[in-house]
């Protein structure tokens, strides 16, 4: 594991899944982070459930756990493992550092922390853009419909009303 200075927030931020609508770490990844095994997180998180509500963790169904395998190659391992991982929220990953009880843990929350709230502010940031860029689309299309209405009175203006009267060259036969 790398120094605690030497790990970036980006680092954290690519652990983070989004599993059932919510941000989460799944436990071998958070084990790791916090510098422990996997079956020492687990066993804590077992010793204090109380400290755990369906917010804060949740374990995963077969069927997320094929899809998590699946969409993560550092999770590959998860494949061969007879038990379902366990996914811990942002508030599930501080809980877990404070049971550990290490400092490792502790400063890596804090590592942890300022990872989900990256992602959060990105979030925002995307919503913003995001409704910016409809905003610039809804103009451009009212902008569109007014240059079609445009166009077609230029149109209108240039041809001429009723059925056109030519004259007729040449020499005028008059019958007397």
Known sequence: MLPLDLIPVEHVQSRI???RGQ???IDSDLAQLYGVTTKRLNEQVKRNQRRFPEDFLFQLTPEEKSEVVAKCDHLGKLRFSSTLPYAFTEHGAIQAANVINSTTA???GVMVVRAFIKLRQMMVNHKALT???AELDARLGAHDEQIAALIE?????TMPDGPLHKRKIGFVHTDE
């Open 106 to 108: 502790e400063e890596m």
């Open 23 to 25: 941000r989460v770490l």
């Open 153 to 157: 009175a230029i149109r209108n203006l």
């Open 17 to 19: 899944l989004v599993l």
């Open 131 to 133: 409704a910016k860029l």
